[in-house]
């Protein structure tokens, strides 16, 4: 399954993102309650020093609060504000508890516990507790507030957070995507010219790239230059091959011509016919191969300047027929396919034409939605039953027609790697074969 890069890294970002405002929600929350119940207990530790200042021991040991010197919020029916003092004998509890008792045990001098208790009205305290000692005795005094206001807000900044965290979060990833599209912009520019060099428009990728694909825009002209350099030792071997071969043809013929072979009429036949089909087709490589030398490896199909001249290559071919070429191609024609497959494949199927032509053949292009190749000649033709055969590597119908039955097979290979598709259908009009090739429309 193919996943687009900038998916996957926006993918990854938004994840880590939402990992990491969940932690950071985790530690704002325990942060805020922790400072508003350190402000509480600090204030409940003032009220417990304030209700022991206030608290008044007559001659006769009998334990009083002056409830002039204590806040007055601890005087108001469940105000959220509640204390209890409890010594020798004695019990004392803030007003604002009413009919509601705290159960709270004695402390040793000195000694603080912090609790969180349910309070006269189901709601959660807060309560402090401290054992003061005072004119010898020892009094431990529980101070509580209600937790209900400060956990409504810390609900609403817990809200206001998420929300906020929600829009700086969808604004990071819009801002993240336009930058990693930014930023990926390079690949697309060399994805463009990847497409161009099969076009045939480029012959190397541009190496002004950002350093992180330079490696792989650096391994890829690399492998170009090996293949262009194969291609056309590729060529050149062919041109050499039909070259070296002219030498010892030249013996032969002499050879052939001598009084010996000449005096067995059959064989002195039979080797010249030979000496003359390997000729014609050194003759023949050697012209294809010099027209193949014209443009670079990878270049586009221009059909006005590369038809031409292999007419004129297969007029020389065929000098001996004299045939007349008709083509007919729209103006400013350029097929986005490989020059050097498009040669092969109209090379090949003209080639064709010409050894079966009797004077004509004829070559048609056409826009449509596809390119549409046609491809006619005036001869025998074939019967309809044997056409679908035409492609089979090595068959040959006439075995008097010079050849060696690949040509049409290579065709075939070609428009199949095109994603095309070849036909192969008597002439209405000139009586011979009507070849049609229909390409996927990538002109231009």
């Given at each position: 399954m193919m996943r687009s890069l900038q998916f996957r890294l926006s993918l990854s970002l938004f994840v880590s993102l939402i990992l990491a405002f969940i932690v950071l929600w985790i530690l704002m929350s325990?942060?805020?309650?922790?400072l508003a119940e350190e402000y509480m207990l600090t204030r409940?530790?003032?009220?417990?020093?304030?209700?022991?200042?206030?608290?008044?021991?007559?001659?006769?040991?009998?334990?009083?609060?002056?409830?002039?010197?204590?806040?007055?919020?601890?005087?108001?029916?469940f105000s959220g504000h509640y204390y209890k003092i409890i010594g020798h004998n004695i019990s004392l509890r803030s007003r604002s508890l009413w009919d509601h008792d705290i159960d709270i045990q004695p402390l040793s001098v000195?000694?603080?516990?912090?609790m969180y208790i349910e309070g006269p009205q189901k709601q959660p305290l807060l309560i402090i507790i401290k054992t003061f000692s005072k004119l010898g005795q020892s009094f431990t005094i529980a101070t509580a507030e209600d937790l209900s206001a400060i956990e409504m807000q810390l609900a609403q900044l817990q809200i206001y957070f998420i929300v906020t965290v929600v829009i700086f979060l969808l604004s990071l990833v819009a801002i993240q995507a336009w930058i990693l599209h930014a930023g990926l912009g390079t690949l697309n520019k060399t994805r463009?010219?990847?497409?161009?060099?099969?076009?045939g428009k480029l012959i190397?990728?541009?190496?002004?790239?950002?350093?992180?694909?330079?490696?792989?825009?650096?391994?890829i002209n690399h492998l170009l230059n090996i293949?262009?350099?194969?291609?056309?030792?590729?060529?050149n071997a062919l041109g050499d091959l039909a070259h070296t071969l002219k030498k010892p043809l030249t013996v032969l013929k002499q050879i052939a011509n001598d009084d010996i072979i000449k005096n067995n009429p059959d064989l002195h036949k039979s080797v010249n016919e030979q000496l003359e089909s390997i000729q014609r087709h050194a003759t023949r490589i050697l012209q294809r191969?010099?027209?193949?030398?014209?443009?670079?490896?990878?270049?586009?199909?221009?059909?006005?300047?590369?038809?031409?001249?292999?007419?004129?290559?297969?007029?020389?071919?065929?000098?001996?027929?004299?045939?007349?070429?008709?083509?007919?191609?729209?103006?400013?024609?350029?097929?986005?396919?490989?020059?050097?497959?498009?040669?092969?494949?109209?090379?090949n199927l003209l080639d064709n034409a010409c050894k079966w032509a009797n004077n004509t053949v004829r070559i048609t292009l056409e826009l449509n939605r596809n390119i549409e190749i046609n491809i006619e000649d005036d001869g025998p033709g074939v019967e309809e039953s044997k056409l679908v055969s035409l492609t089979q590597r090595g068959?040959?119908?006439?075995?008097?027609?010079?050849?060696?039955?690949?040509?049409?097979?290579?065709?075939?290979?070609?428009?199949?790697?095109?994603n095309g598709e070849l036909k192969f259908q008597p002439s209405k009009e000139m009586g011979g074969v009507h070849v049609k090739v229909s390409l996927p429309g990538n002109q231009k």
């Open positions: 325990h942060a805020s309650r922790f409940l530790e003032h009220d417990s020093e304030s209700l022991l200042a206030a608290l008044k021991i007559d001659s006769n040991n009998n334990v009083n609060i002056d409830n002039t010197r204590i806040d007055s919020i601890y005087m108001r029916p000195g000694s603080q516990q912090r463009r010219e990847l497409q161009e060099l099969s076009q190397q990728l541009n190496s002004d790239v950002p350093t992180e694909i330079f490696p792989l825009v650096s391994e293949l262009d350099q194969r291609l056309l030792r590729s060529r191969a010099r027209l193949a030398g014209e443009g670079p490896v990878a270049s586009q199909f221009n059909a006005n300047e590369d038809i031409p001249p292999l007419i004129a290559t297969l007029k020389s071919i065929y000098h001996n027929k004299s045939l007349t070429f008709i083509s007919q191609i729209p103006d400013d024609l350029t097929i986005m396919f490989d020059r050097e497959d498009m040669l092969e494949l109209i090379g068959l040959r119908l006439d075995e008097k027609i010079d050849g060696h039955g690949l040509g049409l097979s290579i065709v075939s290979e070609i428009v199949n790697s095109l």
